[in-house]
T-cell receptor
């Protein structure tokens, strides 16, 4: 079964706007990770937030984690055309990483 | 794509044929993984290995086999028993614990002739 469930499935915004993606998960996790995948390529790790953390930043990325709601969000600020990709959350626990189906983000120039 | 290589980039399989996908890493990682990705879907775990000469089935191991004779290498064989092999196959590795950051190869796309 899939641990993460991203929302929305697809998102299209104008360049320069902020993009927010959400992830819900089902069981207990040690960490929540976000990955990016360009079309036809492998996944690239973006950021990891541990279960005892509430917010983490990395460049234009901001991730939040609410363990009481079993949810996480990824905010990309000042989006660029190069941010167009699919974004996956993955819950990290005793069974390893379990990935959601992803949010496909399109940045319109 | 880091220090993980996968080959070939595209692979064609005929009916009844076994094919092997290569995965090599030079990151000195103990753990390696194989995932399958179908269009518009997330990743599903096929097999994983946390140490040389040992591997475990993932969620969808039927029709697949693996070996881990060297720390650097984790080849995946798609056997004729896998009736729907067309997919994008991704190999990954991590330092130790399975829940930590994984580093992915560029993937192999398998198509059935």
């Amino acid at each position: 079964s899939q641990q993460g469930e991203e929302d929305p499935q697809a998102l299209s915004i104008q360049e320069g706007e902020n993009a927010t993606m959400n992830c819900s998960y089902k069981t207990s996790i040690n960490n929540l990770q976000w990955y990016r995948q360009n079309s036809g390529r492998g996944l690239v790790h973006l950021i990891l937030i541990r279960s005892n953390e509430r917010e983490k930043h990395s460049g234009r990325l901001r991730v939040t984690l609410d363990t009481s709601k079993k949810s996480s969000s990824l905010l990309i600020t000042a989006s660029r055309a190069a941010d167009t990709a699919s974004y996956f959350c993955a819950g990290g626990g005793a069974d390893g990483l379990t990935f959601g189906k992803g949010t496909h983000l399109i940045i319109q120039p | 794509d880091g220090g993980i290589t996968q080959s070939p980039k595209y692979l064609f399989r005929k009916e009844g044929q076994n094919v092997t996908l290569s995965c090599e890493q030079n990151l000195n990682h103990d753990a390696m993984y194989w995932y399958r990705q179908d269009p518009g879907q997330g990743l599903r775990l096929i097999y994983y290995s946390q140490i040389v000469n040992d591997f475990q089935k993932g969620d969808i191991a039927e029709g697949y086999s693996v070996s881990r004779e060297k720390k650097e290498s984790f080849p995946l064989t798609v056997t004729s028993a896998q009736k729907n092999p067309t997919a994008f196959y991704l190999c990954a590795s991590s330092m130790l614990a399975r829940q930590e950051t994984q580093y992915f190869g560029p993937g192999t796309r398998l198509l059935v002739l």
